[in-house]
């Protein structure tokens, strides 16, 4: 299995919604406390108590998750390596209903609008109505799509194998614009509404900022390899992304120019959050780092797990919630970087849970957390 960056999404406790439609109908989400939902390479979702880690419920899929869940109107959305995608009752974990794709996916969903957005393996991105599970349009691209898609004003956007970025209508699927990177495209996008630019990475090694109206190129940043993660806008104008050249960069939102960056040990595959002046990455040297957001130099602290961290951590509900490859799931203290809970499920003496990407976190009916990239300026 590719260790790149996959997104894995984290939920506490979401919506008291009662939603109907002609198929089926959610019960009220009235958990008291916050949930977060995980995905797993042994192809079960799980639903934990956000709090003390205790596992509430679990959803067994037909193979390894490695995408990031996605969450509205008390249900939870699932993609696996088959290119299922399943909508479960995020109160128990009951199946509402399955699309496939035509070939795998290590995409993660968006939900906007009563729409879910998905890409595949199969070359296609896929607008599926979220009540009935049936699709409303696919549009096709040169190659396979890794990027996870992100709106914002009516439009879609991602990356795709065959070097392109694209923005489709979200309606239609038709195409607005799109254009060429150097090479493929795994990151997925983020926004600043300000500029009016849209944000992404691709594996020619370059940081790139477009017109999010014309897919013109604003401005270009060169690092000394390839760009997996995912770029993080953060409120103080800079954008915040890894590189597998071992450093993490803050660049200006405007102009690309430098502000600052701190070299690792390793490959950065996990894509930077930032909350509170403190950046909080995972690195292949097999620590999360926390540093000052400003200077990009001194070190908050760092946590010592016992494999990768190509996971994207969430910080929500007081903690930071971040998988990885030593098959822990982490709940960290932000401040401190010490371990609250972690969960591993083990199954005949054998631990079979590896978490590999984002969270999502719900409480009372509200996202509360989540890996800001999957779904743009709704982060915001």
Not at 59 to 87: E, M, Q, R
Not at 143 to 151: G, K, M, T
Not at 225 to 238: E, G, Q
Request: hydrophobic share 40%.
């Amino acid at each position: 299995m590719s260790k790149q960056l996959y997104s894995l999404i984290l939920v506490l406790g979401l919506a008291f919604l009662v939603i109907s439609c002609s198929e089926w109908k959610v019960s009220p989400f009235d958990i008291a406390y916050p949930i977060v939902y995980i995905g797993a390479t042994n192809g079960k979702v799980y639903a934990l108590n956000a709090n003390t880690g205790e596992k509430e419920w679990q959803f067994v899929s037909s193979s390894p998750i490695t995408a990031s869940t996605s969450f509205a109107d008390g249900v939870l959305y699932v993609v696996n390596h088959d290119g299922n995608v399943y909508a479960l009752d995020a109160k128990t974990g009951t199946q509402k209903w399955i699309f496939a794709t035509g070939g795998n996916s290590y995409c993660s969903p968006l939900v906007a609008g009563g729409v879910l957005y998905v890409g595949s393996l199969d070359q296609k991105m896929y607008a599926i109505d979220v009540k009935t599970g049936l699709k409303k349009w696919e549009f096709g691209t040169g190659a396979q799509i890794r990027s996870n898609p992100a709106l914002f004003d009516g439009k879609i956007y991602f990356g795709s194998y065959d070097h392109s970025f694209y923005a489709l209508n979200a309606q239609n699927g038709k195409e607005v614009w799109r254009v060429e990177t150097g090479s493929t495209i795994w990151s997925s996008p983020d926004f600043s509404e300000g500029p009016g630019l849209v944000y992404v990475g691709s594996a020619d090694h370059k940081v790139y900022a477009f017109n999010m109206n014309t897919g013109d190129p604003v401005w270009v940043f060169e690092t000394d390899w390839t760009v997996d993660s995912s770029p993080f806008v953060a409120l103080n104008n800079k954008v915040y992304i890894g590189s597998r050249d071992h450093n993490v960069y803050a660049l200006n939102m405007y102009n690309g120019k430098i502000d600052g960056v701190y070299r690792a040990n390793a490959e950065f595959y996990s894509s930077p959050i930032v909350a509170n002046g403190i950046l909080y990455s995972g690195n292949d040297d097999r620590h999360v780092y926390a540093l000052d957001a400003v200077n990009m130099k001194d070190k908050k602290w760092e946590f010592l797990v016992g494999a990768d961290v190509s996971a994207s951590p969430v910080l929500a509900n007081g903690l930071l919630y971040i998988g990885n490859w030593d098959r822990n799931f982490y709940a960290l203290d932000p401040v401190t970087g010490t371990v609250k809970w972690k969960f591993n499920d083990v199954e005949d003496g054998a631990p079979n849970v590896q978490v590999d990407g984002a969270a999502m976190v719900v409480l009372g009916g509200k996202v509360i957390g989540f890996y800001p990239s999957t779904t743009g300026l709704q982060n915001k």
